[in-house]
């Protein structure tokens, strides 16, 4: 592919990734036991943990989709264990059918499309069982709600001080605050490809030393191998203290590209980076409320700062518009959610496309959803 051919990825990710993280992927062959990828990697699972602000809590960063932190979730569940799940769209609806899949039972608690739960219908279902562990999804891609995780966790605390909470933060790791200790959070699962900007391909989650517990105190063995804490936790720790070890074999230039793009995010305050993507989403979303169009999120409070997805405006078919934005050089995404996935668009605009001005990705974007918007028959109002 050449420059000239390649569109801007403005959809919720994978996002844009900077040159040096790119650069960072093109490393010759290293062994996973060299010196010098051991200190990567080491400082690496630091690093992993001071972007979601904590200092006990243990990373573990395994090949794998974004999705495997779902997996992940094996070693917290024993058959027939209680989860709550908060369902914000796609992505809660399918986190519960992977949680059946090893023996959870599962209650959900679901919302009108682009709104959340309410706190009275999670303080009444905590009242009447005792869950192992709660889920809320902090970004749904699908729908571009944000979830008040902090007070998510508060609740749950309040209620049922021993019920762990997990939270899914594929969407919003890297642009949206998370402060894993002071919300008192247990498990977070994320992925490499959005606010972290690192092209796809590591399943990073963060667990807290009061979930490894709960694993260690397991009545029966954790039904997985590969998504096996007990084997990956030693790995961990072995690289972290900078020392080789072996279980699998790391996706060793993902790792280095993860170190390029963790050193740039951290070389900066992460209050300054929340702020910079909440002032681009803010604006973002106002302009295209100036263009008559509505976001599927229902208020500004439950709104993403690092995607928006959209109502698409009558007469406007999503393909038109996809194709229409791709003949100009800019890629965004159709809708996923079930049954109203032809009805809207998604957005993405996190990482180097909000944090740096001068790149122009977000100008670019507006410029040719205008166009392409006018050119398919819309008026705005």
């Given at each position: 592919m050449t420059v000239?051919d390649?569109?801007?990825?403005?959809i919720?990710?994978?996002?844009?990734f900077?040159?040096?993280?790119?650069?960072?992927?093109?490393?010759?062959?290293?062994s996973?036991?060299?010196?010098k990828?051991?200190?990567?990697?080491?400082?690496?699972?630091?690093m992993?943990?001071?972007v979601?602000?904590?200092?006990?809590?243990?990373?573990f960063?395994?090949?794998?989709s974004?999705?495997?932190?779902?997996?992940?979730?094996?070693?917290?569940?024993?058959?027939?264990?209680?989860?709550?799940?908060l369902?914000?769209?796609y992505?809660g609806?399918?986190?519960?059918e992977?949680?059946?899949?090893?023996?959870?039972?599962?209650?959900?608690?679901g919302a009108e499309?682009?709104?959340?739960?309410?706190q009275?219908?999670?303080k009444?279902a905590?009242?009447?069982t005792?869950f192992?562990?709660?889920?809320?999804?902090?970004?749904?891609?699908?729908?571009?709600v944000l979830?008040?995780i902090?007070?998510v966790?508060?609740t749950?605390?309040?209620?049922?001080?021993?019920?762990?909470?997990?939270?899914?933060g594929?969407c919003?790791?890297?642009?949206?605050?998370?402060?894993f200790?002071?919300w008192?959070l247990?498990?977070?699962?994320?992925?490499s490809?959005?606010?972290?900007?690192?092209?796809?391909?590591?399943?990073?989650?963060?667990?807290?030393?009061?979930?490894?517990?709960v694993?260690?105190?397991?009545?029966?063995?954790v039904?997985?191998?590969?998504s096996?804490?007990?084997?990956?936790?030693?790995i961990?720790?072995a690289?972290?203290a900078?020392?080789?070890?072996y279980?699998?074999?790391p996706?060793?230039?993902l790792i280095?590209?993860?170190?390029?793009s963790l050193?740039k995010?951290?070389s900066?305050?992460?209050?300054?980076r929340f702020?910079?993507?909440?002032?681009v989403a803010?604006?973002?979303?106002?302009?295209?409320?100036?263009w008559?169009?509505?976001?599927?999120?229902?208020?500004e409070a439950?709104?993403?700062?690092?995607?928006?997805?959209?109502w698409?405006?009558?007469?406007?078919?999503?393909?038109?518009?996809?194709?229409?934005?791709?003949?100009k050089?800019v890629?965004?995404?159709?809708?996923i959610l079930?049954d109203?996935a032809?009805?809207?668009?998604?957005?993405g605009?996190?990482?180097?496309?909000?944090m740096e001005?001068n790149?122009q990705?977000i100008?670019?974007v507006e410029?040719a959803?205008?166009?392409?918007?006018q050119?398919?028959?819309?008026k705005s109002?």
């Amino acid at each position: 592919m050449t420059v000239a051919d390649r569109k801007i990825c403005m959809i919720p990710g994978p996002i844009e990734f900077d040159e040096k993280v790119l650069e960072s992927m093109g490393t010759p062959a290293v062994s996973h036991v060299d010196p010098k990828f051991i200190g990567a990697f080491g400082e690496t699972l630091e690093m992993v943990r001071k972007v979601v602000m904590s200092e006990t809590a243990q990373p573990f960063v395994v090949a794998g989709s974004g999705t495997l932190g779902w997996d992940m979730m094996v070693n917290l569940i024993e058959q027939g264990d209680e989860v709550l799940v908060l369902n914000t769209g796609y992505f809660g609806s399918h986190f519960a059918e992977c949680l059946e899949t090893y023996g959870a039972k599962v209650t959900q608690i679901g919302a009108e499309i682009g709104s959340t739960p309410s706190q009275e219908a999670i303080k009444e279902a905590l009242s009447k069982t005792h869950f192992k562990f709660v889920t809320v999804t902090h970004v749904d891609t699908s729908t571009g709600v944000l979830s008040d995780i902090k007070a998510v966790a508060k609740t749950v605390k309040s209620i049922s001080p021993d019920t762990l909470v997990v939270v899914d933060g594929v969407c919003s790791v890297g642009s949206e605050e998370i402060r894993f200790d002071e919300w008192n959070l247990d498990v977070i699962i994320t992925g490499s490809q959005k606010g972290l900007g690192v092209p796809p391909g590591l399943s990073i989650t963060i667990v807290s030393q009061n979930a490894l517990q709960v694993v260690k105190n397991r009545k029966s063995p954790v039904a997985a191998y590969y998504s096996n804490w007990n084997r990956w936790l030693p790995i961990m720790q072995a690289y972290e203290a900078r020392k080789p070890s072996y279980f699998a074999t790391p996706a060793v230039q993902l790792i280095f590209a993860l170190h390029t793009s963790l050193t740039k995010v951290l070389s900066q305050p992460l209050e300054d980076r929340f702020k910079k993507h909440a002032q681009v989403a803010s604006q973002f979303r106002q302009l295209v409320k100036s263009w008559g169009l509505k976001q599927v999120a229902q208020c500004e409070a439950c709104s993403a700062n690092g995607m928006t997805a959209i109502w698409l405006p009558e007469g406007v078919q999503v393909a038109q518009l996809v194709g229409s934005l791709a003949g100009k050089g800019v890629q965004i995404a159709g809708g996923i959610l079930k049954d109203r996935a032809t009805q809207y668009f998604r957005i993405g605009h996190m990482g180097i496309s909000a944090m740096e001005d001068n790149r122009q990705h977000i100008k670019r974007v507006e410029n040719a959803l205008s166009s392409s918007l006018q050119e398919l028959g819309y008026k705005s109002t």
